[in-house]
C-alpha cells in the first residue's frame, strides 16, 4: 500500500501573538514541525505543543530557522557556515530536550523559511545544517526540498532524509519552486493542488506550466498552517488521499 | 583530604560584545556556568564556550536565566511559575545538547540573576526550576544559595544539590547575603575574602558583621567573572586552598 | 454639550504576527494609542498605523512598554526610575518623529500594560514618565488611571492630563479597579459596560460591588482592541453615548 | 584654511555589555554617530552618549543599523525597501527626539554596517535611506562613502551630504574599499594611515596598490572605535592633521 506524510509548520505563536490553527491541522498532519525559538516560538509556546503533538501521536520535528523573529525567519541572511551550524546545534538541541522532557521523541529536522530555501541551493549551508543534526543524533531524520542541496547533504553525511513537495506551488522544468513572485507560482484551486499531489504521490512526477513531467520525490508534503484556507486545504488532501487508498503516515515509522 | 568546588559564570558575551575573561577564570575554576542564551550567550558563544570547557576538563553547567538581554537577566521579573518551568526546561535543553554533541556531558545547573536570588526566597519558583531540571536528567545537580529555597526543593524532588558560599559578599545573622545596598556588602579585601573562604570550607561557618558565627554549606565558592580584579581574587583562593591542603574539585565528581 | 474621549490601543502587531483589529476599531475611538517597539510594533507597523490614523483624523498616542516583546509589556519588571525616563523618552520620541515625518502630530502618550499599572501607583515611576515626557515637548498630554499616580505626576510637573476609565471592569471602593482575579473583575455584559460609562460620564461616579457610589474622572474611556467582542463592544458604548447627545472627540481639542 | 571632520561610532554598547572607549576617542573626534537601538544601544546608552556628546560640543550624528543585534548589524539582510525606510525613520526619530530633548541637536544621519555598505552600491536602498531622512528633517546631513550611491541619492534629493574616506583601509582602482578579505584591506601601520590622510584630505585623491591616484572627496575622515589601538590612531590622525595646519570640525557647521 501506497503511503505518504503530511508535514505541517507548527507552534509559530510568540508570547501574546498567535499564529495558525496548530489544534485543527493537527487532525490532519501526520508530522509536524515545531519552531524553535530564533523565528518564532517561545518556550511556554513550544512546550505546549510538544505536548499537544504526543497526544495527537504525530511525528515531531524540529524546525530550526535564522535568528530574526521581526522578519519570522523570511528574509535571507548572510551567516557563516559556522554559525549556520551553531543556531542548528542550539535550536535543535532545546526541541529535543523538551520532546524527550515530554515524553516524546524527537524524529526529524525541517529548516524553516529563509534557511530552507537557502539551504536548498547553497550545498555548504546544506553540509552544515546535516553536520550539526548528525552531532546530535545520527537518527534523526533530514527533511528538504526534493532534489535540494539538503537533500543530498543529507546522503552525503549518512543522514537518513526525506524528500518534500508542496501542493500549491508550481514546478519549474527543474524541478525547482516556480518563485512567489510569478504570476501562476501559487495553485490557489483546491482540487488542482490535490490533483497534483495525487501525481506526484502515485507517480513521481509533477507537471510544469508548459506540460512537461518532470521527476520529484514525495515523501512529505507540505502543509501551510497560515492563510485563510489552510484547514480547508489540509482536509481536501487528506480525504483525497485516503479515498485513493494512499496511507497517511510518516515516511519513517 | 577537604575538598571544594569553585564555579564561575562563563560564555555570557553576546555576538560582538565580550564578557569576562573565559579563558583566564578557567585555570581556576573547577567548574563553570554557560550562559543559555536568554540573559546572555549566542549560539557560537555558547558552543565555543563549551568547548573550551570540555578541553579545559572542568564541570559544565547550564546557567538560565531570565529572558532580559538588556538587563543581563538582573531585573527581577514577574513570570508564572509555568514559565519558569518552561525557561528553564528549554534552556537547560539546548545546553545539554549542545555539551553531549561536543562530546562533553551536563553536570549541574546553576540559575542566574534575578533568577536565582528570587528563587533563594520564593519556594514555588525553586520547586519549578529543579521539576524542570529533574524532567530532563534526574541526575542533574542543581546549585544554589546555602540554606536557600534551592536547596530545599532540590532535597524535596530528590535531586543532588550543591550549596554555594560567596568569598567576596559579607553574611546576615540568618545566613543570607547582605544586600549590596548595605554599606559593607562586598569584601573587596582579597586576603580577607579568602579568609572567609578558608574559614567557611574547613568549619562550614562564616561569621557576620556583628561577630557571629553562622553555619554554611560551602560545597562551592563562586568565584566572579567579570570586574577588574577577578582574575586576581580567582588565583588567590585557589592557591590559598591549595596551600591549605585543600583539594579543589567539582562537589560530585 | 457633554464629550468624551474613546482611545484604544493600535499597532500591536509585530512582524507576521497581527493583533486586534484596527481598522475596524479606528471607526468607534478618537484618539489611539500605538505600540512603539518594546512590548510590540515593529517600525514598519507602527509607521502604517500611524498613517491610517492620520487619514482618520483621531488623535494619535504614543503607547510605551516595557521591553519585553515576549511578555507583551504585561510582566511587572523592576527597572531604575533612570532606566524608565530613558525607555519612554526614547519610544516616545521614535513616534513623535514617525508621526510628524508622515503629517501627523503627537497629540498624547499613555504607557502601556505593566508599565502603566505599576506607575498609577508608584509615585517615582510615574514622576520619571512625566519627566520624560515634559523634556519631548511640554504639550503632549499624559493619559492615566483616574485617581492614579501618573495624573497626579503630571499635575506635579505642569504636564496636561487626561484621566481614563474602563468600561468592562469593576472598581473598588477606593476608586482603583478590580483585580482581575476577582471574580466579578471584568463586566461582560455589553450594556452593563455601557451603563457604567454612562454613569462615568454623566455623573463622574462609578458605583462599587457594594453599591457605594465613588468619584472617578471620566476624561477618556479605554475600549480594548484584543477579545472576540472588542468591536462588537466599541460599537454599543460610541452608539450609545452618541445616542445621549454625548459628544466623541478626544478631550483637548 | 583646509578643515576636515573626524568621525565615530559611538553609543554601541548594550545593557551591561560595552563597547568602545567612548570618552576617550570624543576627544578626538569632531562628530559621533550614535546608535539607535537596532544593531546596539539600549535607551540609557544612546542617552547617556547624547549627554555626552553635547558635553563635548561634537556634532551628533543618528548611526541607524539592521535590527540584528546579535550580528552588531554587520551581517547583510534582504529588507525591502519600504522596511529599509521604515527602520530609518524609526531609528532616526528616536535618536533625533533624544537629542533635542537633552538640549542638542541633531547634525547628520551615517548608515552603520551592513546597511552602510548595501546602500553604497544598491541605489534603490541609498533612495529609500535618503528619503526617509528628508521626511524627518530635510536639513539633516547624509554621511556616506565617497562616490557612493548614498552620496549620489542625497544629491537626487536635495539632501546635504558628506563623503567620508577611511584611513586604515586600501583603496581599489575604481575609488572603492579593498575588501577585508584581501590580504592588504588593512593598513595597520599608523603611520601610513596618517599619510593616507593627509594626502586624501589635501589632495582629493588615494594611491591604490597599483601606485594609480584616483580621486575621493575627503569631507570626514572615520575613526574606527573598536580595536586594540583605535584610540592610539585616532591621536596620530588628529595631531598629525593639526600639525599639517588643517582644522579638525564637523564639515557644515
Not at 530564533?38 to 535564522?66: F, L, M, Q, S
Not at 508550481?170 to 488542482?192: C, Q, W
Amino acid at each position: 500500500m501506497l503511503s505518504v506524510d503530511l508535514n505541517c509548520d507548527m507552534g509559530e505563536g510568540f508570547g501574546a501573538w498567535k499564529m495558525g490553527s496548530d489544534a485543527e491541522l493537527m487532525k490532519y498532519a501526520s508530522s509536524v514541525n515545531i519552531a524553535c525559538g530564533y523565528h518564532a516560538g517561545d518556550a511556554t509556546t513550544i512546550r505546549r505543543t510538544v505536548e499537544t503533538a504526543i497526544e495527537k501521536g504525530v511525528a515531531i520535528g524540529a524546525h530550526p530557522g535564522y535568528p530574526d523573529l521581526e522578519g519570522f525567519g523570511r528574509r535571507p541572511m548572510s551567516l557563516s557556515p559556522q554559525e549556520v551550524f551553531d543556531i542548528v546545534l542550539y535550536q535543535v538541541s532545546a526541541l529535543k530536550g523538551i520532546c524527550e522532557a515530554t515524553g516524546g521523541e524527537l524524529h526529524h529536522v525541517k529548516p524553516h523559511g529563509a534557511l530552507y530555501n537557502q539551504s536548498a541551493k547553497d550545498k555548504i549551508l546544506a553540509i552544515e545544517i546535516a553536520r550539526a543534526i548528525k552531532r546530535i543524533d545520527g537518527n534523526l531524520i533530514l527533511y528538504g526540498l526534493s532534489g535540494s542541496c539538503l537533500i543530498s547533504a543529507a546522503k552525503e553525511l549518512g543522514l537518513k532524509s526525506v524528500s518534500e513537495v508542496f501542493a500549491d506551488r508550481a514546478y519549474e522544468p527543474d524541478g525547482s519552486l516556480t518563485p512567489r513572485s510569478e504570476p501562476h507560482a501559487l495553485i490557489k484551486d483546491h482540487e488542482k493542488a490535490f490533483s497534483q499531489v495525487l501525481q506526484m504521490v502515485t507517480t513521481s512526477t509533477v507537471t510544469t506550466a508548459n506540460g512537461d513531467k518532470v521527476p520529484v520525490n514525495a515523501d512529505t508534503v507540505c502543509i501551510h498552517g497560515d492563510g485563510d484556507h489552510a484547514v480547508e486545504l489540509a482536509k481536501t488532501i487528506r480525504d483525497g488521499l485516503v479515498g485513493n487508498h494512499i496511507q497517511i503516515r510518516p515516511y519513517y515509522m
